[in-house]
């Protein structure tokens, strides 16, 4: 399947039934679908924390960009209370360096601070999962300690790095080690990576080098 029939693609959005109502969590969201809600007030900018995406748009330029996933949970009142975003690296980024379309980053997942126990984040990221060649992949992502909600949730870094380490293991995602120098920059930070079924054996042992910067000769 190219990028392009990707943007196509149909998944089927899950009803989860929570203490505040039933919430849709829905898949591959076109950028015409995202413009027809609006966010929660919640995401924005607070005294410690400052949400990934404050502006609706930012998710409508991604939706349109080829082999993209943006999954939105949306509350009985048509409010976008959480999303993820699965997107392909930068072109200048070290994990584009594998070569096109092997790697692609969980670059986003948000729930709106009123919303966040009811375990919305884990349906999130099962709809992220249903990327038609995400076993042809390595799905990544990185956390960095200064991006988190420590004031929201009350965690430190620490009980934060935790929580995403039990978040995304379920999916089949584990902790790997990499000299990537922000990734460095604090011993709490994060990267996981899941490797796909259908990823070939040259082409995971060209991942593992590329996690320290090496070029085996």
Known sequence: M????????????????????????????????IHCYRFDDQFGT?????????KRQTLENIAE??????????????????????????PHERW???GPGLMIELKAIEVSRSW????????????????????HMIAYLVGYSWTWDLDGTGFTAQQYRKMLIDLFTPHGFSELQTNEPNICLRPENLFMGRIGSQVPEEIQQQFKWLRFGITPE
Request: net charge neutral.
């Open 2 to 33: 190219s990028n392009q029939g990707i943007n196509n693609f149909i998944s089927e959005p899950e009803i989860v039934e929570t203490e505040k109502g039933l919430v849709s969590v829905a898949a591959f969201c076109t950028s015409d679908i």
């Open 46 to 54: 607070h005294a410690q924390y400052k949400s990934i995406y404050t």
């Open 65 to 90: 960009k080829p082999g993209t996933n943006v999954v939105l949970a949306l509350s009985p009142q048509k409010t976008i209370i959480g999303f993820g975003v699965l997107d392909y690296p930068e």
């Open 96 to 98: 584009a360096q594998l």
């Open 116 to 135: 966040r126990a009811n375990k919305l984040a884990d349906r999130i990221v099962a709809h992220l999962m249903r990327h038609p060649r995400i076993e």
